[in-house]
């Protein structure tokens, strides 16, 4: 059985650097090396691996599809030597977990869980990554991320996963408008409204678009952006109404109406299949679970269906 050689190693491990900048410059720095260096030990992996790792579009670098598999090699590859070398040198190192969730979900949904799990685990890195569901499905897939946390619908199978909690709409509203004193909002009430949404094409902004159509419901697009936060701020400053996830705490001024009509969305908490989680990875998984639904205890939210 024949080896791979040492600069194939040495290579991979650079490699993962790269992977994570996407930029020479900076991954030459962090590695303690020359750019051209760098640039070389790449240009010997593509032509050992025999494949394009990455290629230039305008002004930036991106990952091939054969260079995001090499890619989550190189960082599990990373990750283990790091763990040999603690464990034959007996130093006590520090573990790294490594989770992908939205700003909503850190905001309001896992902020408990992250509080619990870095108290009863403080010698450990935590790196934290944001993005949007499908940036978080892509992270655990390439190997950026051990864990994330997202909506996933029809893509749970897809990975091991486990739901977390299940999610209602509610609507920010103005204390001073007048549907401020409904107890419960339908979506025939959004007919003829001004609403906050995300941009076209984003996920809730389809879904919503899509139940309104279908009910006949017409209404008009007062703001768009793609931050929770945001939208409930221009509700608050009365520049249209807002759906928001549930667990969104209502702004100053601002009362959050549950609305019917509207599917709950079901969070998981998921990792790349057949994936064997390390101790610390399934103690963060663990932490996860445990507090999911203490958003609502912390609202004290009414149920609906």
């Known amino acids: 059985m024949s080896l791979v050689p040492t600069t194939h190693l040495d290579a991979l491990q650079s490699f993962a650097v790269f992977a994570n900048t996407l930029n020479l410059s900076e991954s030459a720095r962090q590695l303690h090396i020359s750019q051209p260096a760098l640039h070389a030990k790449l240009r010997k992996l593509s032509e050992q691996l025999r494949v394009p790792l990455y290629v230039r579009q305008g002004r930036q670098l991106k990952l091939t599809a ?76 390439h190997g950026e991320a051990q864990l994330g946390v997202a909506p996933l619908g029809e893509m749970a199978s897809a990975l091991d996963s486990q739901p977390l909690t299940s999610v209602g709409q509610v609507l920010i509203v103005p204390r001073s408008h007048p549907l401020a004193l409904q107890r419960f909002m339908s979506l025939k009430d959004l007919r003829d409204q001004f609403l906050v ?47 928001v996830n549930a667990f969104c ?57």
């Open 66 to 141: 054969e260079g995001l598999e090499v890619a989550r090699h190189a960082r599990e590859l990373l990750a283990f030597n790091q763990r040999f070398i603690q464990g034959m040198s007996g130093a006590a190192g520090t573990d790294a977990v490594s989770l992908v969730a939205g700003d909503g979900a850190y905001l309001h949904l896992i902020g408990k869980a992250l509080t619990h799990f870095r108290s009863s685990s403080k010698a450990m890195a935590l790196k934290l990554l944001t993005g949007n569901r499908e940036r978080a499905i892509a992270s655990v897939e």
């Open 197 to 243: 949404v995300p941009h076209a094409g984003r996920p809730h902004r389809e879904l919503l678009g899509q139940l309104l159509e279908a009910k006949g419901i017409r209404w008009h697009v007062a703001v768009e952006t793609n931050s929770w936060g945001l939208m409930m701020q221009f509700a608050a400053w009365g520049l249209g109404l807002a759906v």
């Open 249 to 305: 705490p209502a702004p100053r001024g601002t009362v959050a109406i549950p609305l019917k009509g509207y599917p709950p969305l079901t969070y998981h908490v998921f990792h790349r299949k057949g994936q064997r989680l390390d101790p610390a990875t399934s103690r963060l998984r663990d932490s996860l679970l445990t507090h999911a639904e203490q958003w609502r205890t912390d609202l004290s939210l009414p149920q609906w269906s």
